[in-house]
């Protein structure tokens, strides 16, 4: 039986008295690939910090890719977990050309400081290239838009050759063609055979490709679903996740967006 290589057991977050995440148990096998789906301040973002060891849960038992937390060297961890975030953003050098930030995610590092070898200069730009890229190679990140820093930010993530890959809202303030090509570049990851297990954070149903096999709802600091992705897109499931009726409009390619019932059909009076 194949072992998860994340788990949470019983995981609670307690700060100032108040608690944030609250009983968190969560197995995540490799290949599987999630979304985590929650409305703004449901904790996803909290649950993206203990799964890299940035905060420390106050309750419960953490294990991920079998560095058990309270006993595993976590900066070693941390190499084996790559992260797109938008707060890279404005900590990357915004002068470096896209080579040399995608560089240096090998070292985790912002900037260069390590000794390279022009073997990983082309690794770097293989993966530009590999992203459908290529034509980002030379360019400064500063000149670049935002999709195109998006691309240039998994690419990165991706230099280290990372066994899970936190991709964390990568489509927020996207317009719908960069929305696109990014997700496609996502579902190319996700079908390498020896690639990251993905988790991708979203309060946006309609970025939920059909490559992520596993869902997880999250509400108020509580798994509220978590499962198969086809057990849970169902106006039940959702209903009772959003405290709310849902309709569910199919779209493209499998995917689907969720918008509020309207259980009352109101006249205007005259």
């Given at each position: ?15 100032k008295?108040?608690t ?110 590999f ?11 500063r ?28 489509a ?31 309060h ?6 059909d ?60």
């Amino acid at each position: 039986m194949e072992t998860s290589i994340i788990n949470l057991k019983d995981v609670s977050y307690v700060r100032k008295g108040v608690t944030l995440l609250n009983q968190i148990n969560w197995h995540v096998k490799k290949h599987e690939h999630w979304a985590i789906l929650g409305l703004n301040g449901a904790g996803k973002s909290l649950l993206l910090k203990l799964i890299t060891a940035d905060i420390w849960p106050s309750t419960g038992s953490i294990n991920i890719l079998n560095y058990e937390f309270g006993k595993a060297n976590i900066p070693e961890l941390k190499q084996r977990i790559g992260v797109v975030s938008s707060y890279l953003n404005d900590r990357l050098y915004q002068s470096e050309v896209t080579e040399n930030i995608v560089l240096s995610g090998k070292f985790a590092s912002i900037g260069i400081y390590q000794k390279t070898t022009p073997a990983d200069f082309e690794a770097a730009k293989a993966l530009i290239r590999f992203l459908n890229a290529e034509h980002l190679i030379g360019k400064s990140y500063r000149t670049l838009s935002q999709g195109e820093r998006q691309i240039i930010l998994i690419a990165r993530a991706l230099m280290a050759e990372p066994e899970i890959l936190i991709l964390d809202e990568p489509a927020n303030a996207l317009d719908l063609f960069a929305r696109e090509r990014l997700l496609n570049q996502i579902s190319k990851i996700s079908k390498l055979p020896d690639g990251p297990t993905l988790l991708y954070v979203t309060h946006h149903t309609e970025e939920i490709i059909d490559d992520f096999n596993k869902m997880l709802l999250i509400r108020d600091g509580e798994i509220i679903h978590q499962g198969n992705r086809e057990t849970i897109i169902t106006e039940e499931v959702l209903t009772n996740f959003y405290q709310d009726p849902v309709e569910i409009i199919p779209i493209i390619d499998h995917r689907f967006a969720i918008y509020p019932k309207n259980t009352q059909k109101k006249s205007d009076k005259n």
